[in-house]
């Protein structure tokens, strides 16, 4: 099992920024990628940055030049930095590992999610 943790989060002006951190735990296998995920009220969760073991990254258009996703593959850490941030940043944040799993002679792919932490862009 992996518990990914998330911290930070809150409430920022438009325009202003926020850093968030998540920390995988638990019976570390390979963690394949690690990244932030968002789900707004009424809209479906979607993705907002990833990085992978070998260090590449994948940003949604909304956020691209605005976020910044980085991490430690050796401490299995990913944080999030957002600047410029705008009311529609609003939304719930979820970290998320994404890892392999070995049982025997048999391996699957396996996502674990943080709790979720707030993120609010209003004056």
């Known amino acids: 099992q992996v518990h990914p943790v998330e911290s930070g989060g809150g409430l920022v002006q438009p325009g202003g920024s926020l850093r968030l951190s998540c920390a995988a735990s638990?019976?570390?296998?390979?963690?394949?990628?690690m990244g932030w995920y968002r789900q707004a009220p009424g809209k479906q969760r979607e993705l907002v940055a990833t990085?992978?073991?070998?260090?590449?990254?994948h940003y949604a258009s909304s956020v691209k030049g605005r976020f910044t996703i980085s991490s430690d593959n050796a401490k299995n850490t990913v944080s999030l930095q957002m600047n410029s941030l705008k009311p529609e940043d609003t939304a719930v944040y979820y970290c998320?590992?994404?890892?392999?799993?070995?049982?025997?002679?048999?391996?699957?792919?396996?996502?674990?999610w943080g709790q979720g932490t707030q993120v609010t862009v209003s004056s």
């Open positions: 638990g019976s570390i296998c390979n963690i394949l990628a």
């Open positions: 998320n590992a994404h890892y392999s799993s070995t049982v025997g002679s048999y391996t699957q792919q396996l996502d674990a």
């Open positions: 990085s992978t073991s070998g260090d590449s990254t």
